[in-house]
């Protein structure tokens, strides 16, 4: 027989889970890079004004140095980013994905091919979590599901970047981007 509910604001529900300094970083993330999309704003200066906004008014929240990171991170590799999550939707297009999907989408795989210190599930329990609960009802077996995919290939794209700058003296561009993510399996 299972517990009764902990969570009094919802009986029969379970207690929420207790979100860490990461989990909020991460949410903030996917706001600002929704934003940006939305306002046609790049995510850095978004984020940046935000900070420095933050410092003057205290009604704004600080912008915690992981949240700098994730954006900047998914900014900075934004093509080779959607390459991969494309690479990993059957049926699906990027555009065609609700826009907080999308940002979700793209915080996590950043994560799993560049934040060496994040386990892989705990960057895909993560953004499901986000999914929870900033999407829609589908959304989270949807953002499990591409995720899970990626995380496959995610060791192979590492190392074919990190063998990169040693191999060749040539700069990262779209084609060899393109070079070190494997195509997805049908």
């Not at 990461?22 to 600002?32: G, T």
């Not at 940006?36 to 009604?59: F, I, N, Y």
């Not at 934004?78 to 609700?98: A, E, N």
């Not at 003296?169 to 393109?178: F, G, I, K, L, Q």
């Amino acid at each position: 027989m299972s517990e009764p509910s902990k969570n009094p604001a919802a009986p029969g529900k379970p207690a929420a889970k207790k979100l860490g300094a990461r989990h909020k970083a991460r949410k903030r993330a996917v706001d600002f890079l929704f934003e940006a999309e939305a306002r046609d704003l790049d995510p850095v200066v978004l984020a940046t004004e935000r900070g420095e906004l933050s410092a003057h008014e205290e009604t704004v929240a600080p912008v915690n140095a992981y949240t700098t990171t994730l954006v900047t991170g998914v900014a900075e590799n934004l093509d080779r980013v959607d390459s991969v999550i494309g690479d990993h939707l059957h049926q699906w297009t990027l555009d065609r994905l609700p826009a907080v999907d999308r940002a979700i989408l793209r915080v996590a795989v950043w994560e799993l091919l560049n934040a060496v210190d994040v386990p892989p599930v705990v960057a895909v329990d993560e953004a499901v979590e986000l999914a929870k609960q900033l999407s829609t009802d589908d959304s989270p077996s949807f953002v499990n599901g591409v995720l899970g995919q990626i995380v496959l290939v995610a060791p192979q794209v590492r190392a074919a970047a990190a063998a990169r700058p040693a191999a060749q003296s040539r700069p990262v561009t779209e084609n060899t981007a393109d070079e070190a993510v494997p195509p997805a399996s049908s």
